[in-house]
């Protein structure tokens, strides 16, 4: 059986945040396999604790890769601050005899995207509009060439590291199964610390924001890596409650075109024409529309609206308001040109992640986390759809007993999305479109 069909069976999404299907990574004539393990956000630590503790079946994983894809070069991508990690890692690889680099970047937000590791790496930018493999390279996270490894021996994604931290008892790493219910994960954490209190489900920048009643309901996928509990009062809370009539004014009333969200923002620094100012200006005046296409670039970092931003504006939001009505006119990226004059002040222009932990009152919550706690939860959630791509097809029904492993939600080779298996041995309880439940028996 190929790779390619042993990663899709398995259901190996990418575990950094977007989950594209894995299966569709695995392509010839790739010149350099990235590695991201530079975990982006603050606060969470997942990553970092599978490089200590697992660092053989990561390097076994990327092993699996360059030799499939007959892939020349593979460097591991992480914080130079990382020195356990990295010493693990490094010792994993000298075990295997695999020519594997190991690069380490600095602190700064955020070295995890993607296109910004390569250009730190390689220091090359992959085109406005492009992916990675326009310039030869594929970047996988470290979680999911783990998984690619469990998979050549037939294993299925069923379980999940998930940091559960902020207002907590104990911040911990919860080895959890796959649509694990919130509650759990945060009991597996000792109980919250603050009432009310607001779940964050990734990171502190680009999280989405639940409601405590989601607790109760919302199931963790395979690319959910983080759980923040935050007062209902933190300043990160009250900022992301603003509701678009409320930032669409602001924009119109209060932007002084300073341009500062531009000069800071990683995408343009590594030469994309990703200019929230001129978006800014664009919804503002109802002139130059044109510049509303450079919305279209934006990763939804939030430097521009949670560091740069002197006038506490929402030049993120605007984009991915602006973004909305571009595609839902059709309007996609034309202009790949790559302005590597934007680049030169680009190193004293990086931000220090550390600032961001400080500015936004997340000092008191820890950066690297090594107590791990594993859960096997009476109830879990499956989600049906686990990031890119279209939502598998549910192929049990509510009554029918499953096994862990057990494929539950199908999705047909050579589509963009992954099938679904049960996470625990259990009765199906609930069946959607956009979920499974499934209940151990008894419970």
């Known amino acids: 059986m190929s790779l390619e069909q042993q990663v899709f069976d398995a259901g190996v999404v990418g575990a950094g945040g977007a989950g594209f299907p894995t299966y569709k990574k695995l392509v010839p004539g790739v010149e350099l396999l990235v590695i991201n393990a530079a975990e982006c956000e603050p606060l969470l630590a997942s990553d970092r604790y599978l490089m200590r503790h697992n660092a053989a079946q990561v390097i076994a994983g990327i092993q699996a890769v360059t030799s499939h894809c007959q892939i020349p070069r593979a460097v591991i991508g992480t914080k130079s601050h990382y020195v356990a990690e990295i010493a693990a890692l490094r010792q994993a690889i000298a075990a295997a005899g695999a020519a594997i680099e190991v690069f380490g970047v600095d602190s700064f937000y955020p070295a995890g995207d993607e296109q910004v590791l390569i250009y730190e790496i390689t220091g090359r930018t992959v085109p406005p509009g492009g992916i990675p ?29 998930v940091t559960v931290t902020g207002e907590v008892n104990q911040p911990v790493v919860v080895d959890a199964p796959v649509g694990s219910l919130v509650g759990d994960l945060i009991a597996a954490a000792g109980g919250v610390t603050a009432d009310p209190y607001v779940i964050v489900r990734g990171g502190p920048m680009m999280g989405k924001h639940y409601p405590m009643a989601a607790a109760a309901t919302l199931g963790y996928g395979k690319a959910d890596g983080g759980l923040i509990v935050l007062p209902a009062a933190h300043p990160l809370v009250q900022f992301g409650a603003k509701p678009l009539a409320r930032m669409l004014a602001e924009t119109k009333s209060m932007c002084i075109q300073c341009r500062m969200c531009t000069d800071l923002c990683p995408r343009y620094l590594i030469g994309h024409q990703m200019r929230p100012h001129r978006v800014m200006r664009a919804l503002q005046t109802g002139v130059d529309e044109a510049d509303l296409r450079d919305a279209l670039l934006c990763c939804e970092c939030g430097i521009c609206e949670l560091y740069s931003c002197p006038m506490g504006l929402s030049p993120r939001q605007m984009n991915i308001y602006a973004k909305g009505l571009l595609r839902a006119q059709g309007v996609r990226v034309d202009d790949h040109t790559v302005n590597t004059d934007q680049t030169t002040l680009r190193e004293h222009r990086r931000i220090p992640q550390q600032r961001f932990i400080d500015r936004w009152q997340l000092s008191d919550y820890p950066t690297s986390i090594d107590e791990m706690v594993r859960i096997d939860p009476a109830v879990v959630s499956l989600p049906t759809k686990h990031g890119v791509g279209r939502a598998a097809t549910p192929c049990v029904a509510a009554g029918d007993l499953v096994r862990r492993g057990q494929l539950v939600a199908r999705i047909e080779f050579g589509e963009v999305g992954a099938p679904v298996h049960a996470s625990i041995d259990g009765r199906v309880s609930e069946v959607t479109d956009d979920h499974i439940m499934i209940k151990q028996e008894g419970m």
């Open 133 to 161: 493999l326009d310039l030869g390279m594929v970047v996988m996270n470290v979680a999911t060439v783990a998984n690619v490894a469990a998979a050549t021996a037939g294993e299925a994604v069923t379980r999940k590291l």
